[in-house]
């Protein structure tokens, strides 16, 4: 073991002797190690984004859908009443809702004009965004049932349209196809400012909106528009399954699926089709994972070239010593004792320039991910990886010289000029 101290110290004495060779030796595994972690932290907190964004979005969702191709005599339409049997009949369903489609209208009062988002569905449409009720109560089965003209803004929209949030029993009217509904504020969701994802998605919606006048977000039951001024009932071609939570989500969508074949004489016959929001979320991180894997080993080239480079010096500083080699080995040294010197003194260069690698990898990773608004997530095995590999690159790439130094006999060493 002190055999070994010794060696190490021998090792650090020549490092420091040759500082820039050494530090231009250590630059290929310095950016290789702070390629690969810099693209692993950004690569999980791309990750993290997408989740958020998608469970935000969609958490916990199951879409049903029929073919529009069907053969049936008459396309399968659901109900407000199938929403309430399912409800009851199969647990850990948090809601059912069905509609949830937006509708643009303009609209004008003593503020100006506005141009209205309405989200038209049924009652657990609630549960389609994660903002809780700040004021009110959102329109529930009895509003739904009876077409009741209410609606639900959030806190952004109602300062827009009144100027202040105190709006509960206030009136919207909206012409809609030609014909006027009054709508009364029943209820104020909180306003959350979009990040991640929503955010994109926000500024796509308004880009690709051409009109010019401001933004306002309301939500509506169906019935409000249908049976108030067309005289219709409204059905569905597709609803969405809000689970409890993600364990029970797919049993959940199993069990409602077996009902609806079950109720519509459609079992087997693929006319019901189901999409798993939580597969989405998978299918995004095989992708992300796939990416980052690709340019993870992208950046493990770099390793073997700076792996390459130290070979190359310790090639150099094996023939600068071979007069000090042929000295030792007059004086008894083994070649095992030889070997270890040099492939230690391989280990620590490579080691060096890892530690580097990694402390600018990780710095670096802050930096972009704070730029990019993502989460900093530096993962422990990938250090650990890459400080081990980059101690492997250095014994890999130093056996050679190692080996060179080694095998030289000790009376043309001492003849080397």
Not at 198 to 219: C, F, G, P, R, T
């Amino acid at each position: 073991m002190t055999r070994i101290f010794e060696y190490i110290k021998i090792a650090l004495m020549n490092i420091k002797s040759n500082k820039g060779r050494s530090f231009l030796t250590m630059l290929g595994i310095i950016i290789g190690i702070a390629s690969v972690i810099l693209i692993i932290t950004i690569g999980n907190g791309v990750k993290i984004f997408v989740n958020n964004g998608l469970n935000d979005i969609v958490g916990n969702q199951v879409e049903f859908y029929c073919d529009p191709n069907t053969d049936k005599e008459e396309s399968i339409a659901f109900e407000q009443k199938d929403f309430d049997t399912m409800m009851q009949e199969i647990p850990h369903i948090k809601a059912i809702y069905g509609g949830g489609f937006s509708r643009g209208f303009d609209i004008s009062n003593i503020r100006g004009a506005f141009h209205v988002n309405a989200v038209c569905g049924t009652p657990g449409m609630y549960y389609a965004k994660k903002e809780k009720m700040v004021a009110g109560r959102y329109f529930n089965k009895n509003d739904y049932y009876a077409g009741n003209p209410v609606c639900v803004i959030d806190q952004k929209s109602a300062k827009s349209l009144f100027g202040h949030e105190n709006v509960l029993g206030m009136t919207i009217d909206m012409v809609i196809w030609g014909k006027t509904i009054e709508l009364k504020v029943i209820g104020v969701r909180e306003y959350i400012p979009p990040e991640g994802i929503m955010a994109m998605i926000e500024m796509m919606e308004e880009s690709y909106n051409d009109s010019e006048l401001k933004q306002v977000s309301i939500e509506i039951p169906d019935t409000a528009i249908w049976s108030s001024i067309l005289g219709t009932e409204y059905t569905y071609t597709n609803f969405v399954v809000v689970s409890e939570d993600s364990e029970h989500q797919s049993d959940v969508a199993m069990q409602v699926l077996e009902y609806c074949e079950k109720k519509y004489d459609c079992k087997g016959e693929n006319h019901i089709h189901v999409m798993n929001y939580a597969d989405m979320t998978s299918q995004a991180n095989q992708v992300l994972s796939m990416l980052t894997l690709f340019l993870v080993l992208v950046a493990a080239i770099s390793l073997v070239v700076g792996g390459i480079g130290v070979m190359n010096i310790m090639l150099v500083s094996v023939t600068e010593r071979t007069r000090e080699i042929g000295i030792r080995k007059a004086l008894g040294a083994r070649t095992g004792s030889i070997l270890l010197q040099f492939l230690l003194e391989s280990a620590i260069i490579s080691f060096m320039g890892g530690v580097i690698g990694i402390a600018l990898g990780i710095s670096t990773a802050y930096g972009i991910c704070g730029i990019m608004k993502v989460s900093t997530k530096i993962s422990i095995a990938s250090v650990v990886g890459a400080s081990s590999f980059s101690i492997a690159v250095g014994l890999f790439f130093g056996i050679y010289p190692a080996r060179k130094a080694a095998k030289l006999s000790p009376i043309e060493a001492l003849r080397h000029e």
